[in-house]
């Protein structure tokens, strides 16, 4: 039985006078990797933003794990992130970057701290990098450092913003694999803000595509079967990289 963890109902996003998306209406079930597609300027990452509770909606609610829109200065977040950027600290290494969501919201001591640390890190392939700092990383390293600060305090949803992006062809499959590490053998829900297809169709079982023209969403579902049966002419084209023409 799928069980929602999060539920987003006639959501309205925008900044001022500017609407990026109308009475979104969605949910992302327990255990699933949800991914949030579309093209440049529909509203991605601003509604990741909305999930996380960065922003406010202009209209609409979001639930997660049943107690409302998170508000980051309640308390202890429900969820991990992992910014496009890595957001790392570049002052911290990177043990302390990943320690640093322990250190805020939990009493552990000094050794407990350094073993959890250590142990996301080797989860994500990073445990040599412990008293690396974020210069001395790759785009990829850097992305991995960012995923086990986001496990640090054992979420059981994540939120990567376009995870993939800017990595080459090998760091960004093994990015993939570690996705799919922490959705079945971890059980993490995650949702993903991507556009990268191979990635999609790989680790993906359902998403929302946004449209910018429309501020709506067009298409929901398996992101295999919107690719192979969708009649609608801009999901068709963007599953299958067909350029419309303006």
């Excluded at 376009?162 to 090998?170: C, K, M, N, R, T």
Aim: aromatic share 4%.
């Amino acid at each position: 039985m799928n069980e929602p963890l999060i539920e987003v109902q006639n959501l309205t996003m925008g900044y001022d006078d500017a609407i990026l998306q109308r009475d979104a209406t969605f949910t992302v079930n327990r255990g699933d990797v949800f991914a949030i597609l579309g093209g440049s300027g529909c509203g991605k990452s601003t509604l990741m933003r909305h999930l996380i509770g960065l922003d406010r909606p202009l209209g609409g609610t979001i639930n997660i794990a049943g107690v409302g829109t998170p508000n980051l200065e309640a308390g202890r977040p429900p969820y991990g992130v992992m910014f496009q950027s890595g957001a790392l600290f570049g002052s911290m290494t990177v043990g302390e970057n990943v320690g640093l969501p322990l250190e805020e919201w939990t009493d552990l001591p000094v050794d407990a701290v350094a073993a959890v640390v250590l142990a996301k890190l080797r989860l994500v392939g990073l445990e040599a990098a412990v008293d690396k700092f974020p210069a001395e990383l790759s785009g990829g390293m850097k992305k991995r450092a960012a995923i086990a600060r986001a496990l640090a305090l054992e979420p059981e949803l994540i939120f990567l913003d376009e995870p993939s992006a800017g990595l080459d062809p090998v760091s960004a499959v093994g990015l993939d694999d570690l996705i799919l590490i922490m959705n079945k053998g971890l059980g993490l829900t995650v949702v993903i803000v991507t556009h990268e297809l191979e990635s999609i169709f790989k680790i993906a079982n359902r998403c929302i595509m946004l449209d910018k023209k429309s501020r709506s969403i067009i298409a929901s579902g398996d992101p295999r079967e919107l690719r192979d049966t969708s009649t609608d002419e801009s999901v068709h084209a963007f599953f299958n990289r067909i350029a419309k023409e303006s």
